[in-house]
Structures are given as C-alpha cells and as structure tokens.
C-alpha cells in the first residue's frame, strides 16, 4: 500500500542538524557569529557592545510576556529568540546608541528596546520556533529601516589606534580632500578623534548605478567612480568602512560562515549559488558605462564597451558585493531551516532566485538593504517549492 508523503512546515525537532539538540544546534550558530561580532566590536567600539546587548535584553524581556500571550506564545523558545535578537543586533549600526538629537531630533536610542520587541512581536505572529516560513529578522529589520532610514544611516568608522575602547560618535568631519587612496589601517590618524568621517561606499554605488551621480568634468566614467570617488576596496574586505556591526568585515563573515560549513549546520548549496547568481547578475545587467552632464549611458555587458575592460567590471562587481550585505544574508539568514526548502532541488531554486533577484535590488533600490529584500520574496516562495519538488513518496 503506498502512502502519500506529507509535508510539514518544519516542526519542532527534539534533535536538530548534525545530532544536535535545539540549543546546541543555535550556541553553534551564535559560535560562528562570533567572528562578525568581534570585528564589529572592533571597529565600532564600546557603543556597538550596547547595541547588542540592548537589543538582547529587550527581546528577552518580550519574550518573558509574549510568552503567555494565547497558544502562539507557548512555541516561543528562549534559544530561538535570543539567536534572532543576535542576528538583528548585528544588522544594525552602533552609532544610535546616543541620547543625542538625531536625523528627526530626537535621540535613537529607543530604536534598540523598539527592535527587540518588534522582533518577538513577529516571531509570536508567524508562529514561532519551526512554524514561520517569514524570517522575522528580515521583516523586522526592514520595517525598521524604512521607518527611520537616517537613523541608521552610518558615517563614521573608528581610527587603527581607538579600536575597540574607542567612541564611533566621537568623529571628525569630513576631510577637505575627499576620498583618500590609502587604505584604512593605513591612514595617518586624525588627531583628536576617536573616529573618521567615511563617505558611504553603498551611497555611492547606488548613486551611480541610478545615474544619479554628477560628472564634475563633463564626464564620470565606471573607471573614475572606482578609482577616484571609492575607498580601496581593502577597506570593506577587512572593515574600515562605516557599517552595520556584523556586515562591515566580509572577511569576519567569512570565516564566520566557513565554520557554520565546518559544523555541517547550513546546507553549502544555499549560499554558494547565492552568491554566484548574484555575481553573474551583476555581470551583465545594465549599468552606466559613463554618465555625462545630460544623461546615463547604460549598457547590457558593461564589459563590452570599449572603455571599459573586464578587469574594470569584475572590481565593481566586487565593491558592490563587498559593500552590500549578501554575504552576511547568504550565510546566516538564508540557510534557516524555517524559512529555506526542504528538498536539494527545492534549496536550489530558491537559492538562485534570491541571488537573481538580489542583483537587481543592489543596482537599482539599495545596495545595503537590496540583498534583504530579495531574501525576502524569495522565501514566500517557499512553500511552493515544497509543493512543486515533493520528496519521493515511502513504500
């Protein structure tokens, strides 16, 4: 007699990857974000410490009430909400741990407790631990960055010689010279400061790539952005760029996201075709070959065109990646098992589509926020492909 195989949207396991029971399965993964923790903490100093542990707190103190809070509040883990709180710690800037005015003139820090809460209050409604198939980091990071944009908007980075004990806020003004060739841990320190004033590497980007961006004489070319109105790129591989706390060193995410690899917790197929989609994308969809007074010149296979080579269009495609968040969402967001497919060619399809669909929203939404949001649709479509590539039925 054949039975029809039924899919379940990833219930709770008693042991989850690996052999691992559910807590030990998230103190792994908070393992591997140690490393992006640490640079963070590194090159943003004491008040990104604050950062996450406000927003710990916050969620943890939400957790204690939501839990009562009808039947959905009894699939509320603490490990589970204390490992997203982390993971939304690490996607926001220190820099709003003030009692300052900021951009609107109040001061943001209530955004720390708000996202804490927020983030529970997301988790209670998509239904808990191995229920949701929405990432509540994603949602709630997302709400909160198109509520307060400027807010979490960051400038400033810390000098080599105030790593760590240094103040992020405490931060020169722009230098008169502009964009300097010398990578960050080699620039003279400013005197004075704790940190530097650093132009925005996405902003700049997305500046571009809309043709926003004006000539200052007659003509902007691709190989002009990169070597005259961006950083050298050492400074977003090892983090001497304004950032969020745990996105800023690619280099930490790395080796963050080779342990989770090592402990066989994500499945590699997720964020290796992530990744190479993206690439590939980001490769042949139109940009600006030059922008001149009047208009943008785009083209399909910006390599193509003669005044820009192949080594020219690879470096860009490099700092759009490297200054963007993909590598941190391939490797700590999309691998969830609540929220990725269950099936190899399922994991497949959905990893190439986020990929696909994060080139696009790089290039012409946001570079810092693009990766998300393709994240995002790619994970409603889910259960679909749960649907469409079902395990082969038991006998």
């Known amino acids: 007699m054949r039975h029809s195989a039924i899919l379940l949207p990833n219930p709770l396991p008693p042991v989850a990857h690996s052999g691992l029971a559910v807590p030990g399965y998230y103190l ?59 993971l939304l710690a690490l996607m926001l800037p220190a820099h709003i741990v003030s009692f300052a005015p900021g951009a609107r003139g109040d001061a943001p820090w209530p955004l ?14 998509l239904g808990g631990l191995g229920a949701g198939r929405v990432h509540p980091v994603l949602v709630a990071f997302l709400l909160l960055n198109a509520l307060f944009v400027a807010e979490l908007r960051p400038t400033c980075v810390l000098q080599r ?48 790539t809309r043709g926003a961006e004006r000539p200052e004489r007659g003509m ?31 280099v930490a995410v790395i080796v963050g996201g080779l342990f989770l690899l090592y402990r066989g917790l994500i499945d590699h197929r997720v964020p290796l075709l992530i990744v190479a989609a993206a690439y590939l994308a980001l490769l042949v969809l139109p940009v600006p070959a030059r922008i001149s007074d009047d208009r943008a010149h ?27 968040p993909l590598l941190f969402t391939a490797l700590f967001l999309a691998p969830d098992p609540s929220i990725r497919p269950m099936t190899r060619r399922a994991r497949t399809v959905y990893a190439l ?36 590539f079902r395990p082969d039925p038991l006998v």
């Open 28 to 86: 792994m993964h908070a393992m591997g974000s140690l490393f992006p923790l640490t640079a963070g903490l590194m090159l943003y100093g004491w008040r990104a410490a604050w950062v996450v542990l406000a927003v710990l707190l916050s969620a943890t103190g939400a957790f204690i009430a939501w839990r009562r809070v009808a039947t959905l509040g009894h699939q509320l883990r603490l490990v589970h909400v204390v490992w997203l709180a982390a």
């Open 112 to 125: 720390l407790p708000a996202a804490g809460v927020i983030l529970v209050m997301l988790m209670w409604m």
């Open 353 to 388: 589509t986020a990929g696909l669909l994060a080139a696009p929203a790089m290039l012409y939404v946001s570079v810092s926020v693009g990766p998300y949001l393709a994240l995002f649709a790619a994970s409603l479509l889910s259960p679909m492909l749960d649907r469409w």
């Open 220 to 250: 902007l070319r691709l190989q002009g952005l990169l070597s005259e109105r961006l950083p050298p790129l050492e400074d977003l591989i090892v983090g001497g760029q304004p950032g969020a706390i745990g996105t800023s060193s690619a």
């Open 298 to 324: 785009w083209s399909w296979f910006v390599m193509r065109q003669g005044d820009v080579d192949w080594g020219t269009a690879l470096t860009f495609v490099h700092y759009e990646i490297m200054a963007s």
């Open 161 to 208: 010689h105030r790593l760590l004990a240094g103040d992020v806020r405490d931060c020169a003004g722009p230098q008169a010279g502009g964009v300097s060739p010398e990578p960050w841990y080699r620039r003279p320190p400013a005197a004075g400061h704790d940190a530097v004033f650093a132009p925005s590497v996405a902003e700049r980007l997305i500046a571009y």
